[in-house]
């Protein structure tokens, strides 16, 4: 399409946006993150010789002009201007995260990298809240990376999982990279190479003292926790993998406070999601801490959010033009926009979806902000606590109907008389031309 | 724990096994991929200055020896053996895929990058293969890479998909590095940035002739199709990509038939999976190929593969230790092994799992092969187009129950005499000593 664009010289300015059609039945809102990483796509897109030629070869390329090869790609940069709602905030259906105002083969180029950029992040960063929701304070450790599609997934979704209000990582690049506090404990493996589990828990707190955790469930939990406590090892927390949690916390706790190792504590994983945590909060199974893996690199019960890029507004003969499309199920609305956040005794109360160039409703809390102009950012990218620190301050102030991890509300989000004239307008006139 | 074994001196060899615990219940058998990236992962894998430095300043790491910062981390390079089956071949639970026999922080080492390379692509392979199958015959293009988990997953979901037998990819990446066939279509921008469809249509026609593919259901989808038969635009094929897809393709072929234009095919798209591919085919809607894009980037019903990567032996005092772990639910098998396909009537009746040094069973005949030694590999990769072929056949030769769809037949794993008596030795040798 790009070829095309260009092959026709049409490289008037567009303004695409990228939302989320619906949120899965299951979330209530969603979290948005990935936009620094956008960003970093967009300062650095270029193609390289190999690239082009690749693509000059390609069979579909054919008869695309050789000056597109020869002069546009090698050329290339992205000099478009942004707009987003920032890192961390809640979201809901409809509502632009991202809006690109960019000539139009630029603005197309980069769907495909955007799209997959946000919606894994804020999939991951949205499933993160709910978890550290359910665990009601306690610190949730994302272990997720060995389950990541690839590495670079595994990387990116500690650092949503971390805005979404994670305490922390096993996923190293993650804490290299952004910051993230990392942690990790013993595998079973550590058990595993030494010759008795008994061997295995000595070495590793003679090597790591106050800090050690020790994963007990190896061979058999409670000899383990019965050991720990008659060799006093006294490690930071023992880890419960397996097993009926419940039962075994309240078990472990015992054995250790019975052995005065009542500052030991207690750190439970396995499969766990925000629903099997809520119900081990609500047993008063005595856990301090939780680690989190598949559920938040892959999120099984809405594996991706339902997003899309559209182009929304063209500028023809130097006029701007609203576009849509109508296909069934699939209709969208015209017209470049702004969101609008509405609180009612500091609660968000509704969202109004508008134009842009509309005025401010009363009160209303304009969320899309210019994050670059010409290709180059605005400003230096938000430091992750900051974005992690509004998630939990924006999340707060939603209603506890949307909010709750079963069956959440449906968040009211309005559209702006604006909006809804130019909708009524536009599906006129492309009717009438059809 | 690398650190920890450094510390010990714990350098001496051990077996590291990965594996799939347990196929998801939907799946009769999961397709091998990733060992490719396993390998170039293996071969690269260093650390440099800055990583070392900012491991050595972490908390956790305080009590790390010194010379783990300074000595070993510098000079790191994966130096082990790896065995593995071949990319492409279907497996089951409980049979390990990937074999790493290293030094002990070496193997350990490497556990996050292998499990979730092998298992993301296993996973998209397999998906791949069942939407193939669905789609009898009929081309299967992989459209996923916008709902992938960022870039790399986009590139690699689509390698795996070629693997498990899509025709081709719109991943342009995907194409360049590893020759799978690239194709796309228009999207819906391109018809929203032009005045009308027809001059949307006509354009592309224009530059693209007959590779184009047109998208027809931006506005109204039959009056899209009467246009271009009124026009004789004669594209390659239209795409379908939301509506009723068994009336909407029946309609379509109808309007295309009689206006002349009996050679454009027909490609549908849109939320399809093997479920709906299998209906639609049931149904005998005229579809000539299908557009697939989060089924197989993200298998919603199916995100992850439950794979582990455990010790399995180890060499103490000289002496080869098989060891396993008993957590509840959570056993594993000790022993470095071997698995044995065997056919009966050129179709696979079951497999054996064994000890590596066992004989080989009557018939079998073995899947897990050296494929690097020393940290390098034996031979040049398999060309992409003989993985996907290997899949094929592989998959052709599983029995009808174990292939199909809905409610496949648990596929028989044996265990060997040797493999069954050693877990009970063990089990009982580490049950007396705990």
Redesign the interface.
């Known amino acids: 399409?790009a070829?095309?664009?260009y092959?026709?010289e049409?490289t008037e300015p567009?303004c695409?946006e990228l939302w989320i059609r619906e949120l899965p039945i299951s979330r209530g809102y969603a979290i948005a993150a990935g936009l620094d990483q956008v960003l970093d796509h967009l300062e650095g897109l270029h193609f390289d010789k190999?690239?082009i030629n690749?693509?000059r070869q390609?069979?579909?390329l054919a008869?695309?002009p050789a000056a597109f090869f020869d002069e546009y790609l090698p050329k290339f940069r992205f000099e478009g201007e942004v707009w987003a709602i920032p890192e961390g905030e809640p979201v809901f259906g409809m509502e632009p995260l991202l809006q690109v105002i960019a000539c139009?083969p630029e603005a197309?180029l980069v769907?495909?990298?955007l799209?997959?950029?946000v919606?894994?992040q804020s999939m991951v960063a949205t499933k993160a809240r709910r978890i550290v929701q359910a665990a009601e304070g306690r610190p949730v450790m994302e272990f997720g990376?060995?389950?990541?599609?690839?590495?670079?997934?595994?990387k990116?979704?500690a650092r949503a999982a971390f805005i979404g209000g994670c305490s922390g990582t096993s996923?190293?690049e993650c804490?290299?990279e952004f910051g993230v506090p990392?942690?990790?404990t013993?595998?079973?493996?550590?058990?595993?190479?030494h010759?008795?589990?008994r061997d295995a828990f000595h070495?590793?707190t003679e090597?790591?003292?106050g800090?050690s955790v020790l994963l007990v469930?190896?061979?058999?939990t409670l000899?383990?926790l019965r050991m720990i406590v008659s060799e006093q090892l006294s490690p930071s927390a023992i880890r419960l993998?397996?097993?009926d949690l419940v039962q075994l916390s309240r078990e472990s706790r015992r054995i250790l406070d019975a052995g005065g190792q009542q500052k030991v504590k207690i750190i439970a994983s396995g499969d766990l999601d925000e629903y099997r945590i809520s119900d081990l909060v609500a047993a008063g199974a005595p856990i301090d801490a939780f680690g989190v893996g598949?559920a938040l690199?892959?999120?099984?019960d809405a594996?991706?959010l339902p997003?899309v890029?559209?182009?929304v507004e063209?500028v023809?003969n130097g006029r701007r033009v609203p576009?849509?499309?109508?296909?069934?199920?699939?209709v969208t609305l015209p017209g470049r926009k702004q969101v609008w956040r509405n609180y009612r005794d500091d609660i968000v109360a509704y969202d109004v979806l508008g134009l842009a160039d509309e005025p401010t409703p009363d009160g209303g809390v304009p969320l899309l902000e210019c994050v670059m102009k010409q290709g180059r950012r605005l400003k230096a990218s938000d430091s992750i606590r900051t974005v992690q620190e509004r998630s939990r301050r924006s999340v707060e102030r939603l209603s506890a109907g949307v909010r709750t991890l079963r069956g959440p509300d449906r968040f009211d989000v309005r559209l702006s008389p604006g909006l809804t004239k130019l909708t009524r307008t536009v599906h006129h006139q492309?009717?009438k031309?059809?």
Chains 1, 2 share one sequence.
Request: proline share 3%; hydrophobic share 35%.
């Open positions: 399409m070829a095309g664009y092959a026709f049409r567009a695409f190999d690239e690749y693509l390609l069979p579909a008869s695309a139009l197309q769907e495909t990298a799209l997959s950029t919606l894994f990376a060995r389950r990541a599609h690839g590495g670079e997934a595994g990116l979704g996923q190293l804490g290299m990392v942690s990790g013993m595998a079973h493996s550590w058990v595993m190479t010759e008795t589990e070495r590793y090597l790591y003292g800090t469930d190896s061979y058999d000899s383990a993998d397996s097993g598949s690199s892959t999120c099984p594996s991706s997003g890029y559209k182009l063209i023809r576009t849509a499309k109508y296909s069934p199920q699939k492309i009717t031309r059809t």
